[in-house]
C-alpha cells in the first residue's frame, strides 16, 4: 500500500480509539449495530439454505455464502464496529505506532462485547417470530460445527478473519461503491463457502441453535468461542496485518 493508504488505516484506528474513549455510547451502538447486520446476514444465510437443503444443498452453500456477504456490505455502506474487522485495523495502528496496545485492546473488548450484544438481540427475535422453520435445519450443522477438533477450528478461524480484512481493507481503500461491492462480496463469500469459522457470526448461531435445539452443551458452545475468537485475532492482527504495515510505503 502507499503511504496515503497506511495514514488511511492507521487513522481509521486513532478514530476508533479516540471515539471509545470520548463517546462510549455511540460506539457501543455502532458495535450493536454491526451484531445486528452479521445477525441479518446469518438469518438470510440459514434460511437460503435450509430451502436449499433437501434438493440442491450444493447451491444452497453457494447462495448462502453470497448473501451472508450482506453483514460486510452493510456494515461497510451504512456504519459499524466489527470486532475482527477492528484486529486487523486496531493492529496495524499499533504497528505503525499510532495507537497503543491497550487502546487496541480496549477497541476490541468494547466492539466484541457490543457485537454480542447485537447478535443476541436479534437472534432471540428470529427464534421468537418463529418464521423461518430451521430448527431441523439448525439440529443437522451444529453437532458438526461443535465436533471439529480444537485445531481445525483454530486455524479455520484464522483463515476466516484473513478473508474478513481483505473484505474490511478493500472497502476502507477503494473509491466506487462498485468495487467495493464487488471486492467485499468475493472475500466473504469465500470465507462462508470454504467453512471457515467467525466468532461473531458464531454469536448469532449459537444463541439461536440453543433456543432451537435442546440438548446443546453451553460449555462446549464457549470453548468454541473462545477457540474461535483468538483464531480470527491472529487471522486479522498477525497474519495479515503485520505483512501488510511491513511491505507498505513510510511515506
Known amino acids: 500500500m502507499n503511504y496515503e493508504d497506511v495514514q488511511k488505516v492507521s487513522n481509521a484506528a486513532k478514530a476508533k480509539s479516540n471515539l471509545v474513549n470520548t463517546n462510549f455510547f455511540k460506539y457501543f451502538i455502532r458495535a450493536i ?19 436449499f437443503s433437501k434438493t440442491m444443498p450444493e447451491w444452497g452453500k453457494f447462495v448462502g455464502a453470497l448473501v451472508f456477504s450482506i453483514a460486510v456490505l452493510l456494515i461497510s455502506f451504512v456504519g459499524g464496529e466489527l470486532f475482527t474487522g477492528n484486529n486487523m485495523v486496531m493492529a496495524f495502528g499499533a504497528y505503525d505506532k499510532q495507537v497503543s496496545w491497550k487502546e487496541a485492546g480496549k477497541v476490541w473488548g468494547v466492539s466484541y462485547l457490543g457485537n454480542f450484544v447485537g447478535c443476541a438481540i436479534l437472534a432471540l427475535l428470529f427464534v421468537w417470530a418463529g418464521a423461518s422453520g430451521t430448527a431441523d435445519y439448525f439440529a443437522g450443522f451444529i453437532g ?107 511515506k
Open 33 to 51: 449495530m454491526a451484531g445486528f447486520f452479521i445477525d441479518v446476514a446469518m438469518i438470510y444465510s440459514n434460511v437460503v439454505g435450509n430451502v
Open 144 to 250: 458438526n460445527k461443535l465436533s471439529v477438533p480444537l485445531g481445525q477450528m483454530f486455524f479455520r478461524a484464522v483463515l476466516c478473519n484473513f478473508f474478513v480484512c481483505l473484505g474490511v481493507l478493500c472497502g476502507m481503500k477503494l473509491k466506487s461503491d462498485a468495487g467495493r461491492f464487488l471486492m467485499i462480496v468475493m472475500c466473504i463469500s469465500g470465507f462462508v463457502v470454504s467453512g471457515f469459522e467467525h466468532c461473531i457470526a458464531n454469536m448469532g448461531i449459537f444463541v439461536t441453535a440453543y433456543c432451537l435445539v435442546p440438548g446443546l452443551s453451553l460449555g462446549a458452545m464457549l470453548k468454541s468461542m473462545v477457540v474461535v475468537t483468538l483464531g480470527n485475532m491472529v487471522g486479522g492482527a498477525l497474519l495479515l496485518a503485520w505483512p501488510l504495515r511491513k511491505m507498505s510505503a513510510d
